[in-house]
């Protein structure tokens, strides 16, 4: 299986900060490479998809970037509404492993 | 509106068995291979299972193979999941999603999430 790592594991950054999450996979996995954001109590949501397209409906400060092991997810100005945890996942190959989470907190 | 619902959660012993639904509605549910994610309390997310749209096709994580069985009813619009031979490291929040693309299987951002449906494995 292919495992994902992220890193910070967790974050803390204060409104209108930019923030960059990276999250590293054990083998090349080209841009299938997926960023959901989840509040506490609520089910995951699908921002980032195949690397850097933006799924619809998720604000423009949102962005992804990297290919083949290294990926990051940037938001570029930190709004209240963004604190939460964060989750990369591969989808190269089934299982479909996820990061184990970037807790991302206010400073 | 595009949803999912899951029911079916509980409390059941070790050993136990249990079978989870997820109705879906506002979109063609034939079309998309289904997942089960689960999430344990306070931790991370972890995918349990994928069944293509024919339901044809199915994997699983290796933590729930042999345990695990996932069906859909496409004249129902509902997936499953039965569960037996249940272990308290089964206990986790189960999510039913949805990939994004129609025709993938397996190798797809989940687009859709329901809200979950909580197994709890406990004597």
């Known amino acids: 299986d292919i495992q994902m790592t992220q890193s910070p594991s967790s974050l803390s950054a204060s409104v209108g900060d930019r923030v960059t999450i990276t999250c590293r996979a054990s083998q090349t996995i080209s841009y299938n490479l997926n960023w959901y954001q989840q509040k506490p109590g609520k089910a995951p949501k699908l921002l980032i998809y195949v690397a850097s397209s933006l799924q619809s409906g998720v604000p423009s400060r949102f962005s992804g970037s990297g290919s083949g092991t290294d990926f990051t997810l940037t938001i570029s100005s930190l709004q209240p509404e963004d604190f939460a945890t964060y989750y990369c996942?591969?989808?190269?190959?089934?299982?479909?492993?996820f990061g184990q989470g970037t807790k991302l907190e206010i400073k | 509106e595009v949803q999912l619902l899951e029911s079916g959660g509980g409390l059941v012993q070790p050993g136990g068995s249990l079978r989870l639904s997820c109705a879906a509605s506002?979109?063609?549910?034939?079309?998309?291979?289904m997942n089960w994610v689960r999430q344990a309390p306070g931790k991370g997310l972890e995918w349990v299972s994928v069944?293509?749209?024919?339901?044809?096709?199915?994997s699983y994580a290796d933590s729930v193979k042999g345990r695990f069985t996932v069906s859909r009813d496409n004249s129902k619009n509902t997936l499953y999941l039965q569960m037996s031979s249940l272990r308290a490291e089964d206990t986790a929040l189960y999510y039913c999603a949805k990939d994004r693309l129609g025709g993938s299987y397996g190798v797809d951002a989940f687009d859709i999430w329901g809200q979950g449906t909580m197994v709890t494995v406990s004597s």
């Open positions: 996942q591969q989808s190269h190959s089934t299982p479909g492993t």
């Open positions: 506002g979109f063609t549910f034939s079309n998309y291979a």
């Open positions: 069944i293509s749209r024919t339901g044809g096709t199915t």
